[in-house]
């Protein structure tokens, strides 16, 4: 139902049911928030979006109020921006200053508004508050000096990743946001997946940075530098460097990494071939013998950490095989050192990811041999935009290059890794290679490319179907765990990415991008799927070779005791 | 209590308000009944105040040297704990009943006075200067020359209704409670009278909510009824937590199944199966007593299931709170009673339609509550005679501070500030009267001059005062209002759930300008007096955007204090300011110390501890202070032992 209201002396027309808020932005109005953020419950804590609505006595949260019939509404009324303008001097009366050295320099929500409400000079000082940094987590910086409270991160931990590893804790002013009983985040029941940083509107949370240590083993002539991209940073960068959002721009980031520095370039897709190669074959062992089922995916390690920490009795059914990044890493130190006669203690590598949880999964001991690191540092996107302008690259004026081998081919199935549901789709379609001797008749499975949060798909394997459930953001994880634990799920694999959306959305990815963003980003892989030649892992040449060479077969020992890993239960909840 | 073959207890009197017909003698009931009220006495009772404010002043030792005495001399007299009469400068008050004899009320009764006293009551002899006066009674003879207790001015400028039986009965007796009339209006309520009928009354006594807001209590329970909803909650608001505010706490603690029966009757009036009443863990006195009161009620039949076979089913839960002052505001309570963390919540929803749980709810104070039964029992009409006309009934007021006596009264509405100010008998002798505060950290200050304004809700926001739940703090000349009201913004600061800006921040800075302006230069650039002035301005400006833009009333009247300082006590901001003066000597940072050249030994003790070298000197002749160097801190004063330091 529509009706009308007055906004600013005209008159507009809205919807019932609609916040103040959305009214007038659909009716292109811009109003100023700071705690507001589409997705997540108003709470009306930073009072920036008021406006004034003619008959009421104070000032009224365009967020959290509904339009009603008749509504005179002020939005920039003097006392409107006055108190505006107020609120905002308040919060930075005793913000630390430092926005040049600032994480967020540039891309701060609070900078922004501040230029917006025309703040130019000091009016309220206060005491500045001394907070602990908080740097015990590899993947996650909290900086509580920086923080507004406008609580976004508590609301994206509780609502939608259900881990409400933060909250609010203390009185007045000295409320802060912490965990429980004030431990740091390594040892809280934070999985890093990193969506706090992504909804910060300032320097409050961000990622840990390991751009100076690789800049410093680059120019460490005695290391030989290797990185590794993951599936999802092709298609995330293009809009950061005004190209369209989502277009591939896979040989532009080889040539700009070799560039950098790195010696050799390879790419976490074809890492993500063997995981399938691994994963689809424990997958039918354990279809077979009917234990442990549903598998559930490993690949993404905030989930695993998920499973560590709040449902430990479910570790028997995750599934042991190592992330896509970690497959390389160990395959790097291992069967590329011996190959390119490179001490692997000379090797250091770095891998470039999407996510903040890698850089904690890079640090895990089951993720180590020999007391070597597979992976010695991961990079955000982030960082790796940082990386490329640090060096003045211009990707325009570069050529394309491929990725080195041994590790340069994948086949499309490891890229698709990136989306939500890719990774099922990969593993669907080598596991009915290897449950029916024959290729699926359209390697594409749609309903796996569905932008929902859970899907269910049921797959024809001859004449039998797999039962696949594949979740991304964590929003109904609880439910679904329910039924897997009363064993009311038919489902043989269940695949979960922490982000919703998979990893295109993920922690470490840039800023500022949307649903929009995001969408186009799938749609590139998806495009990357329909015009690639090799779709499925176990046709990847290369991927033939390092079993033939070394593996022997996937599920052997030696695959086991290379690409595989054991997850232990969590301790923070103790 | 046996009588015959029958035991009488609460049943026996429920059955008798009832009107049921039991197997008991009738006449045995009422006899009961009178002994419960102290009516008849076979032996001597003695009865002792024990409250939170009695006990600060010593009320468990009078009662140990109490029974003590009786134990020493074999004496066959009672002891009963009673609650308080509202006179808490007075406490321990204790009061004896001889047969036959009106009971009469002692003051000030310390342990080793207990014996002096006890001596000469039972031997006809009453000491003068601690009795307080009688209580007045046709079925005992009252003693020669002592007041009734309705002649005392204390007592007669007040109008006790909810008081009424505080301080008089047995808080731990639910039969005392029912002897007195107690339950009468809920089990009439749950026989007689339909839901619509009990909000229907309460509307039309025109009860509004004691806890500052002022909302017609029946129009919010109808809100309330309503509402479709399989679950309803009623949830009585016992987190009294104003600086200077003790009604509630003595209330519950005088005369707690006032409280519960009035709850029940709210639970029953909204429909609600069950009701929590939240209180503070701190307040171990007023828990064990609503502990007590809710077991002996669910004992005596009057909760838990199918109550009185009336179909009506009710749970009371006792919740201790982990005390914080936003829970008194009601979504925050109910976020703590939820289990969350307590800050407000955005409104609407209002709680009516969605609170605890999600389902409806209605929060009321306990005073709003303490009236309930009163009003079902006399009557709307009854209700409506005292007070003003749009702000009906009596108020509940603690009054503490510079006043002679610290108590709490109930007075009708409409009665002037001033009558407040008269039953506490005033400020101390030699004192002038400087400031009233009233309703807590977010009220305001009024002056002397305004003391004629009646009490009612329209006429104290008018005033840019407020009601608050009832906290009076009577100032005199020795307090700095600047100091005061900073004390009620670092309350504030440190109170605020921290939730949205203008209150967290807001008062924060606050804070911070009135401390920079209550101490001296830190150095030279920091606080000069422009610095100190502006904020003097940034304060009001503060002050509006608070309260334009604060998410819950503790924001949004965390100002009012400043704000009504600014107004009526502008020349003692610009005195603190300007002269750097305080002329209450409160702000010690802004003392200037002296050294008396006449009483000056030389000794320089006071030259070595003073942490800036403000003083100076040679041995053995007069040392000065340098006013410049001297930062207030008053070591000096306390160093010297001669006396001969002194401030202005």
């Known amino acids: 139902m529509n009706f009308n209201i007055e906004v600013n002396g005209k008159t507009i027309q809205v919807r019932k049911g609609d916040t103040i808020l959305v009214a007038l932005f659909r009716n292109g109005i811009k109003v100023p928030t700071l705690c507001s953020m589409k997705g997540l419950s108003p709470t009306g804590a930073c009072r920036i979006c008021v406006v004034e609505v003619e008959g009421v006595s104070g000032l009224v949260t365009s967020c959290s109020n509904v339009v009603e019939d008749g509504m005179k509404i002020n939005t920039h009324s003097p006392r409107v921006v006055k108190a505006r303008k107020t609120l905002l001097e308040l919060l930075l009366s005793n913000h630390p200053d430092d926005c040049l050295y600032c994480e967020r320099n540039g891309d701060c929500e609070l900078q922004n508004l501040s230029v917006e409400l025309n703040i130019r000079e000091r009016r309220i000082s206060g005491r500045k508050i001394r907070h602990k940094l908080d740097l015990s987590s590899p993947g996650v910086v909290r900086d509580p000096a920086k923080c507004i409270l406008c609580g976004r991160c508590i609301r994206v931990c509780d609502e939608i990743q259900s881990v409400s590893t933060l909250e609010f804790t203390g009185r007045g002013s000295k409320t802060h946001v912490g965990t429980t009983m004030n431990r740091d985040l390594n040892f809280s029941t934070c999985i890093a997946c990193g969506q706090c940083v992504m909804v910060c509107p300032t320097g409050a949370l961000h990622e840990h940075s390991n751009i100076d240590e690789v800049q410093d083993s680059i120019s460490n002539k005695s290391l030989t530098t290797i990185v590794q991209y993951a599936p999802a940073v092709t298609v995330s960068l293009a809009e950061t460097f005004g190209l369209k959002p989502g277009k591939d721009i896979n040989g532009l980031i080889v040539s700009a990494l070799r560039k950098i520095g790195f010696k050799y370039v390879f790419d976490t897709s074809f890492a993500a071939d063997l995981a399938i190669m691994e994963a689809a074959t424990e997958l039918n062992e354990r279809i077979n013998l009917g234990v442990n089922l549903p598998v559930l995916s490993s690949c993404c390690p905030a989930w695993v950490r998920y499973i560590e920490q709040f449902y430990p009795e479910l570790l028997p059914n995750l599934s042991t095989t190592k992330s896509p990044q970690q497959i390389m890493g160990a395959i790097i130190k291992s069967y590329f050192a011996n190959e390119a006669k490179i001490n692997h203690g000379n090797i250091y590598s770095v891998s470039i990811m999407p996510c903040l949880a890698k850089k904690n999964e890079s640090q895990r001991v089951e993720m180590t041999s020999k007391g070597v690191f597979d992976v010695d540092v991961v990079l955000s996107t982030r960082e790796l935009v940082r990386l490329i302008k640090l060096n003045g690259i211009d990707l325009d004026n570069i050529e394309p290059q491929q990725a080195d081998s041994p590790f340069g081919i994948r086949s499309s199935a490891g890229k698709l890794f990136a989306a939500s549901g890719g990774t099922t789709e990969g593993i669907m379609r080598t596991l009915h290679f290897l449950r029916t001797g024959k290729e699926m008749t359209s390697p594409k499975i749609n309903e796996l490319r569905l932008v929902t949060s859970v899907k269910e798909v049921s797959i024809a394997m001859g004449k039998e179907l797999v039962n696949v459930t594949v979740v991304s953001g964590l929003t109904d994880i609880e439910k679904l765990i329910a039924t897997v634990k009363e064993g009311k799920s038919n489902a043989h694999f269940i695949e979960v990415m922490a982000c919703s959306g998979g990893c295109i959305s993920g922690g470490g990815q840039p800023f500022g991008a949307v649903e929009k963003e995001a969408k186009a980003r799938a749609r590139s892989l998806y495009e990357i799927d329909d015009v690639e030649t090799i779709k499925v892992a176990h046709k990847n040449a290369q991927v033939q070779e390092i079993y033939d060479k070394q593996l022997e077969k996937p599920g052997s020992e030696k695959a086991k005791k290379l690409l595989h890993a054991k997850y232990l239960k969590g301790k923070s909840l103790e | ?648």
């Open chain 2, 1 to 648: 209590m046996e009588s015959g073959n029958t035991i009488l207890n609460a049943t026996s009197l429920v059955n008798r308000i009832r009107g049921v017909k039991e197997t008991e003698n009738l006449s045995d009931i009422d006899d009961y009944i009178s002994r419960l009220k102290r009516e008849k006495l076979t032996k001597t009772v003695v009865l002792v105040g024990v409250t939170t404010s009695s006990v600060a002043a010593g009320a468990i030792e009078t009662k140990s040297a109490i029974e003590n005495y009786i134990a020493e001399r074999e004496l066959d007299i009672d002891i009963v704990e009673v609650g308080s009469n509202g006179l808490c400068s007075f406490e321990p008050l204790m009061d004896v009943q001889i047969p036959g004899k009106s009971r009469i009320v002692f003051r000030n009764v310390k342990a080793n006075d207990v014996p002096f006293i006890l001596d000469g009551t039972l031997n006809n002899y009453l000491p003068p200067d601690n009795v307080v006066g009688q209580y007045r009674s046709q079925l005992h003879q009252p003693w020669m020359g002592i007041p009734f207790l309705d002649e005392i001015a204390f007592f007669k400028g007040q109008s006790r209704d909810i008081l009424a039986l505080s301080g008089i009965i047995s808080p731990a007796s639910i039969e005392e409670y029912i002897a007195f009339g107690g339950y009468s209006a809920f089990t009439m309520a749950i026989s007689r009278l339909t839901l619509e009928d009990v909000c229907n009354t309460i509307e039309k006594s025109g009860l509004r909510g004691r806890g500052g807001g002022g909302f017609n209590t029946g129009q919010k329970w109808k809100m309330a009824l309503a509402e479709t909803a399989n679950q309803k909650y009623f949830v009585c608001n016992a987190d009294e937590s104003d600086p200077g505010a003790f009604m509630h706490r003595l209330m519950m603690e005088s005369n707690p199944h006032q409280i519960i029966e009035g709850i029940a009757i709210a639970s029953y009036a909204i429909g609600a199966s069950k009701a929590y009443l939240y209180t503070r863990n701190r307040y171990s006195i007023t828990v064990q007593r609503l502990e007590n009161a809710i077991q002996q009620a669910y004992n005596a039949g009057l909760l838990g299931h199918n109550i009185l076979d009336s179909g009506f089913s009710l749970e009371i839960i006792l919740r201790k709170g982990p005390g914080a002052y936003v829970c008194g505001e009601e979504t925050a309570l109910i976020s703590s009673l939820e289990g969350k963390r307590g800050a407000p919540t955005l409104k609407p929803p209002f709680p009516t339609q969605k609170g605890l749980f999600g389902k409806p709810t209605v929060v009321n104070n306990v005073e709003t509550i303490a009236n309930i039964p009163l009003i079902l029992r006399k009557g709307a009409e009854n209700f409506a005679l005292k007070g003003t006309e749009k702000s009906k009934g009596t108020k509940l007021f603690s009054v503490s501070g510079k006043v002679n006596i610290t108590c709490l009264v109930e007075v009708p509405l409409g009665v002037s500030i001033s009558t407040l100010v008269e039953l506490a008998q005033g400020v101390p002798k030699g004192r002038k009267l400087k400031a009233i505060q009233m309703g807590g950290p977010s009220g305001g200050c009024t002056v002397p001059e305004k003391m004629n304004t009646p009490i009612d809700f329209e006429t104290l926001k008018a005033e840019g005062l407020a009601m608050g739940s009832g906290g009076i703090t009577v100032l005199d000349d020795t307090v700095c209002i600047i100091d005061t009201i900073k004390f009620f913004i670092n309350f504030i600061q440190y109170e605020s759930c921290g939730k949205c800006i203008p209150c967290r921040e807001g008062s924060r800075r606050m804070y911070e300008i009135l401390e920079s302006i209550t101490r001296r230069p830190v150095n030279d650039e920091g606080h000069n007096t422009l610095e100190r002035f502006k904020g003097i301005i940034l304060l009001e400006s503060l002050a509006e955007v608070m309260r334009d833009t604060s998410l819950c009333g503790l924001g949004q009247t965390a100002p009012n204090p400043v704000l009504s300082a600014l107004k009526s006590f502008r020349e003692e901001f610009e005195e603190h300011i300007f002269d750097r003066k305080c002329a209450a000597s409160v702000c010690r940072n802004l003392r200037t110390f002296y050294i008396d050249v006449d009483k000056c030994t030389g000794c320089s003790a006071c030259a070595k501890k003073c942490p800036t070298n403000a003083i100076i000197g040679t041995p053995r002749s007069p040392y000065f202070v340098v006013e410049e160097k001297c930062i207030g801190c008053g070591v000096c004063e306390t160093t010297c032992k001669f006396g001969a330091v002194f401030f202005k």
